[in-house]
Nanobody, 119 residues
Framework: QVQLVESGGGLVQAGGSLRLSCAASASIFSFNIMGWYRRAPGKQRELVAAITRGGSTNYTDSVKGRFTISRDNAKDTVYLQMNSLKPEDTAVYYC?????????????WGQGTQVTVSS
């Protein structure tokens, strides 16, 4: 089974930075897409950032210019660098991975890491 383990969350002042890490138990080369979702209190889970096997990235509008998703294939790890953090970024952040095998999609989730941004 694929396991995704997030780390790097914490409490930070508005304007500060955090880097989240997602360590995978499988080669991240095997995943078509990896990404970060977040769920804030009282809100639906939303996709924050995603990166494809080919290196293409996508971000939700609210984090463009502030967040950067990247990967280190040698370490089987995906990162989310978060700069200029705002209180509205407060949420539980989840790592995700998608792959297709034998014509079927497979989707994996991490357990989440809490990010709290104080004003």
């Amino acid at each position: 089974q694929v396991q995704l383990v997030e780390s790097g969350g914490g409490l930070v002042q508005a304007g500060g930075s955090l880097r989240l890490s997602c360590a995978a138990s499988a080669s991240i080369f095997s995943f078509n897409i990896m990404g970060w979702y977040r769920r804030a209190p009282g809100k639906q889970r939303e996709l924050v950032a995603a990166i494809t096997r080919g290196g293409s990235t996508n971000y939700t509008d609210s984090v463009k210019g502030r967040f950067t998703i990247s990967r280190d294939n040698a370490k089987d790890t995906v990162y989310l660098q978060m700069n200029s953090l705002k209180p509205e970024d407060t949420a539980v952040y989840y790592c995700s991975a998608n792959q297709f095998y034998a014509g079927h999609p497979y989707f994996y989730w991490g357990q989440g890491t809490q990010v709290t941004v104080s004003s």
